[in-house]
C-alpha cells in the first residue's frame, strides 16, 4: 500500500527545496536509524562489486540503514549487502512501478520489509530529471555519502555536487590510475576521503552486533559459475539470491548484479 508521509524530516532541509510531497512504502523505523548513502555506477568492476557488498553488510551489522537508488549495479549491491531490512531505496518513478525490471524482486522485498520513497505521485514513469530529483533526497537522507565507483560525466557526479553542496562527508574506494575517473578528481581535488580499511571505517558507527564473515557464496559467484555447479554447492541460497536480485543467470552461467 501507497502511503504519503505526513511529518517533517529534517534530513531533507538540506535540500534546495523541502519535497513537496513524500511517498512511502514499507517501515519508517527505519528513517530514525544512522544512515549512509552508497550510489555509484551502473557496471561496476568486480573489486567495486565485492568492496561494496562488504561496507554495506558491514555497516548494516552495526545497526546502520543504507540508502541508494535502486538501480542497476553499485545501488543494487549495496541494498542487497545491507539485507532488505535494513536498506532505503528512492526511486526516480512512482511507487507503484518496479523499475528497473531486473531489480523488481529486490524492490518488493524492500517494500515489504525495508523502505521505499519517491516524490513522484501514482502512474509516474521515470525521466532522466526525475533521476536528478531522486540522486538529491538519495543524497539528503544520508549522515555521509560513499561513491563506490564513477565516471566523470555520470550520475553519480551529480550525486558528489549534492554531497558538496549540502557539506556532507564524501567517501569514495580507491581506484587505479584511469578507472573510476570521477572518484579520482575527487581525491586528487581532496574533495573525498578513500576507505581503506573496511573494518576500520566501519568502526565509526559503533561495534558490529554480528560477526561479519567473509561469503562464500558472493565469492563463488564473482567466478561466474554454472548454475548447476552453484546449486550443487549452494542449493536454495542460488534462487534465494536471484530473487533478491544479488545475481542473474544468462546462459546457463551466474552473473553477480
Not at 551489522?61 to 542487497?80: E, K, Q
Not at 516524490?119 to 533526497?137: D, G, H, I, Y
Not at 564513477?150 to 580507491?174: C, E, I, Q, T
Request: glycine share 6%; charged share 20%; proline share 4%.
Amino acid at each position: 500500500m501507497i502511503s504519503k508521509i505526513d511529518f517533517h524530516i529534517n534530513a531533507l532541509e538540506s535540500m534546495k527545496k523541502y519535497p513537496k510531497e513524500l511517498f512511502y512504502k514499507g517501515n519508517l523505523e527505519l528513517l530514525k536509524r544512522p544512515k549512509v548513502t552508497i550510489v555509484g555506477t551502473r557496471k561496476p568492476s568486480n573489486y567495486t562489486k565485492e568492496m561494496v557488498y562488504q561496507i554495506s553488510k558491514a555497516l548494516a551489522s552495526r545497526g546502520v540503514c543504507i540508502v541508494s537508488g535502486g538501480a542497476m549495479g553499485v545501488d543494487a549491491l549495496a541494498h542487497s549487502g545491507a539485507g532488505v531490512d535494513n536498506t532505503i531505496c528512492v526511486l526516480g518513478n512512482s511507487l507503484d512501478i518496479y523499475y528497473p525490471a531486473v531489480n523488481k524482486n529486490l524492490l518488493m522485498q524492500i517494500s515489504q520489509q525495508g523502505l521505499l520513497l519517491s516524490q513522484f505521485p501514482a502512474t509516474f514513469k521515470a525521466t532522466p530529471w526525475s533521476f536528478v530529483v531522486r540522486n538529491e533526497l538519495v543524497v539528503a537522507l544520508g549522515d555521509i555519502v560513499i561513491i563506490a565507483e564513477a565516471s566523470m560525466d555520470s550520475g553519480s557526479m551529480r550525486s558528489a555536487d549534492f554531497a558538496l553542496a549540502m557539506k556532507k562527508k564524501l567517501f569514495v574506494l580507491p581506484h587505479r590510475l584511469n578507472e573510476s575517473s570521477g572518484t579520482n578528481m575527487l581525491l586528487k581535488s581532496s574533495l573525498a576521503t578513500p576507505i581503506y580499511d573496511i573494518e576500520e571505517f566501519s568502526s565509526h558507527f559503533g561495534v558490529a552486533t554480528q560477526s561479519v564473515e567473509r561469503d562464500e557464496f558472493y565469492y563463488f559467484c564473482q567466478k561466474s559459475p554454472t548454475l548447476d555447479s552453484a546449486i550443487e554447492k549452494f542449493g536454495s541460497r542460488v534462487y534465494e539470491a536471484e530473487l533478491e536480485g544479488v545475481i542473474s543467470v544468462e546462459n546457463g552461467l551466474i552473473r553477480l548484479a
